[in-house]
């Protein structure tokens, strides 16, 4: 038996399922190496094809270079490649996840499609796309861990990560906003399994992808006149899945040093 706050035995390890650590600076990857040092084991998804066509590019050996991350906290691993935009794909990602690790208690969806663009010059193809991976996803993924969770009543945890921008990132902002609201859904249709469920705005965290403009207007913004991290997110996210975390339900959380 393991007193409040205190690490449980490698055997009573519980199983975070993480989407989107597809590069070692990112949130994703900033929440599996704090979870994993807090005594889970973790799943995580990656898809290099959609790195490979943004700005920053793939990142080769970093699904390699995450694993031996998580292993070092102790975790046990199974890193599975996901295509989101396949509505067959997150069924796929829970039977692998239990084949390899086991039933999951938190699921934590830090995946996204991104692509910047405005009312006049959205395509049909990037809209749809977008809503897709960052909305249709996230239900599916939902529905499975409803369906699936056995866990004991209070233990089980959903978290998607979200963002408030729209301005010249339409499809991406409108896709998160339609995002939240199935979070925040699940926080009541799942009462009955004791399932807690919150969207986190992390809000401006530079892993690679602020340009020198970008940057100086968040610094500007920001009280605390610095950035966001991804170990900022991975605080919040590790006491949600505690314990501890449990009182917090059905909230659309700012963590994001007060930018405005």
Known sequence: MTTPGEEPPAAARRIALITGVGRTAGIGAGIARRLAASGWDIAFTFWNPYDARMAWGAEPGATEAIGRTLSERGAATAAIEADLADPGTPARVFDETERRLGPVT???????????????????????????????????????????????????????????????????????????????????????????????????????????????????????????????????????????????????????????
């Open 106 to 260: 938190a699921l934590v969806m830090s995946h996204c499609e991104s692509v910047d663009s405005g009312l006049l010059d959205t395509t049909v193809e990037s809209f749809d796309r977008h809503f897709a991976v960052n909305t249709r996803a996230t239900w599916l993924l939902i529905r499975e861990f409803g369906r699936r969770f056995t866990g004991e009543r209070g233990t089980g945890r959903i978290i998607s990560l979200t963002s408030d921008h729209t301005v010249g990132n339409l499809p991406y902002g409108a896709s998160k906003g339609a995002m939240d609201r199935i979070t925040l859904a699940a926080a009541h249709e799942l009462a009955h399994l004791g399932v807690t469920a919150n969207a986190v705005n992390p809000g401006p965290v530079d892993t690679g992808w602020m340009t020198e403009e970008v940057r100086a207007h968040c610094l500007g913004a920001t009280p605390l006149g610095r950035l966001g991290t991804p170990q900022d997110t991975a605080h919040l996210v590790d006491f949600l899945c505690s314990r501890e975390g449990q009182w917090v339900n059905g909230q659309l959380l700012q963590s994001n040093g007060g930018f405005a």
